[in-house]
């Protein structure tokens, strides 16, 4: 019943912010320990784990961009938004966002195209 939906520009330019939002609706109880997470996949790549916040909001990033990375959440809006920032053309990629619950599930959004280009 949990749907995810990703949100944001699907150009962005070199040197810039990557921000995309991430919509969960048809559940999220906030008594659950949850891992809110960003994973993208460049064309011909397989798939990278960027992030995740929890329920009580700590954030874990991958170390290769953790540099470059911020996860926020609203919690009154079942949102978190992801930051990446001085984006490169490498940086392009499908971005998805999911959630995991401890003892429910793991559900993923369909996956927004982002380019990077000038």
């Known amino acids: 019943q949990v749907q995810l939906q990703e949100s944001g520009p699907g150009l962005v330019r070199p040197s810039q912010t990557l921000s995309l939002t991430c919509t969960v609706s048809?559940?999220?109880?906030?008594?659950?320990?949850?891992?809110w997470s960003w994973i993208r996949q460049p064309p011909g790549k397989g798939l990278e784990w960027i992030g995740y916040i929890t329920n009580v909001g700590s954030t874990s990033y991958n170390p290769s961009l953790k540099s470059r990375t911020s996860i926020s959440r609203d919690t009154s809006k079942n949102q978190f938004t992801l930051h990446l920032s001085s984006v490169t053309p490498e940086d392009t990629a499908v971005y998805y966002c999911?959630?995991?619950?401890?003892?429910?599930?793991?559900?993923w959004g369909q996956g927004t195209q982002v380019t990077v280009s000038s």
């Open positions: 999911s959630e995991i619950v401890a003892g429910s599930g793991h559900h």
């Open positions: 048809g559940g999220s109880r906030t008594t659950d320990l949850y891992f």
